[in-house]
């Protein structure tokens, strides 16, 4: 597989930069010609990795190449991991859906909402159910009005020929709680027969 990090930073005399500015451990931060930036870099068995080319001068990092491509790699694989990956979950409803599969997929709904999805309602007319797009309407605003606690809408009920379509999206405080909880682990607990047998001993 291709690493596109690889070719991305220039290093050691690849630097074209009369002087620049070195960061790294133990190294104080400051403006150094080229020639100097790069010896000290030899100093601390290093290389000299330009990671701000643009800034002026550009910015250098003393470390191993290596170990820099390693730790770029690392961070991208955390950020993309923290990414949330949204689909977008169809729930269909008929013109006269009643209470009990409305509150359903109503619970179907927030399910999805809170793992970060979308949701699309719709409300399908079969034949002469088309005479009551006005209630499939109020049907789709009452669905996004329950669900206010945890999306908002994003597009307002649209009739396309025998669909009428509601599409909401979560709120951020709901995709936030719940990555927030994913992050508290429980405490392990004491198994309950070893407790039991220390009791036992006690006694």
């Known amino acids: ?34 020639a100097q930036a790069l010896r000290i870099a030899e100093e601390h068995e290093a290389d000299l990795v330009e990671i701000s080319p643009t800034a002026q001068p550009p910015v250098c990092r003393v470390i191993e190449y290596s170990k820099f491509l390693y730790q770029q790699k690392k961070r991208q694989k955390e950020m993309k991991a923290k990414q949330v990956k949204t689909e977008v979950k169809e729930i269909r409803f008929g013109p006269q859906t009643d209470d009990h599969d409305f509150n359903f997929k109503k619970n179907h709904a927030i399910s999805f909402l809170k793992d970060g999805n979308k949701v699309r309602a719709y409300v399908y007319f079969k034949g002469r159910s088309i005479l009551f797009k006005e209630q499939g309407e109020v049907l789709l605003l009452r669905f996004a009005n329950d669900l206010e606690e945890y999306a908002k809408v994003e597009m307002m009920p649209v009739l396309e020929k025998k669909k009428m379509t509601i599409v909401l999206a979560p709120k951020k405080e709901i995709i936030k709680k719940k990555n927030d909880s994913k992050s508290v682990q429980p405490k392990p607990q004491k198994p309950v027969a070893s407790t039991m047998a220390n009791e036992t001993e006690n006694e």
């Open 1 to 34: 597989m291709k690493d596109d990090n690889k070719n991305q930073y220039r290093i050691n005399g690849q630097i074209r930069a009369k002087e620049v500015r070195i960061v790294g451990d133990n190294i104080e931060s400051k403006v150094y010609p080229i």
